[in-house]
């Protein structure tokens, strides 16, 4: 049963990452575009930074717990995915924008799901059993 959980868990991350790397290429893709407008630019370095959460989360950087404690949790990612879903707009290929658009709300849908279900969420940290047991300890 381990050994389910911990392919399960190392699916997801990777999952999780690749959806990162191809946030980032698409939006790659408006500086790549002849005449982008400036709208579109700032879109896109805004999505390249939301792509960049989704690797540093995926890779459990210890940064990221204290200000992005959402991305502890699949519920939490599930929605993350989705809402990067909206901002993906402005792509300069329209059919990569909407190929991106579907799989990151399959994704997001599917991680919200694992939430529900309690499908490979043994690793899970929850942030706010983690902050309860901090102010314990604070207090003795």
Same mark, same amino acid.
Not at 10 to 29: K, P, T, Y
């Given at each position: 049963?381990?050994?389910?959980?911990?392919?399960?868990?190392?699916?997801?991350?990777? &999952? $999780? %990452?690749?959806? $990162?790397?191809?946030?980032?290429?698409?939006?790659?893709?408006?500086?790549?575009?002849a005449d982008p407008n400036w709208e579109a630019c700032i879109r896109a370095f805004y999505n390249i930074l939301l792509?960049?959460? %989704?690797?540093?989360?995926?890779?459990?950087?210890?940064?990221?717990?204290?200000?992005?404690?959402?991305?502890?949790?699949?519920?939490?990612?599930?929605?993350?995915?989705?809402?990067?879903?909206?901002?993906?707009?402005?792509?300069?290929?329209?059919? &990569?924008?909407?190929?991106?658009?579907?799989?990151?709300?399959?994704?997001?849908?599917?991680?919200?799901? &694992?939430?529900?279900?309690?499908?490979?969420?043994?690793?899970?940290?929850?942030?706010?059993?983690?902050?309860? &047991?901090?102010?314990?300890?604070?207090?003795?």
């Open positions: 049963m381990a050994s389910t959980d911990n392919q399960c868990e190392n699916f997801v991350r990777v &999952l $999780g %990452m690749v959806m $990162g790397v191809a946030f980032i290429v698409l939006s790659l893709l408006v500086y790549i575009k792509g960049l959460l %989704m690797i540093l989360a995926e890779t459990k950087w210890k940064r990221i717990k204290p200000y992005f404690g959402f991305m502890l949790t699949y519920f939490g990612k599930g929605l993350f995915y989705i809402f990067c879903a909206g901002l993906a707009f402005n792509a300069s290929v329209k059919i &990569l924008q909407y190929v991106m658009q579907g799989a990151l709300c399959v994704v997001g849908v599917g991680f919200i799901l &694992l939430s529900f279900f309690h499908i490979c969420d043994k690793k899970e940290e929850d942030p706010t059993k983690r902050e309860s &047991l901090v102010e314990e300890e604070d207090a003795v």
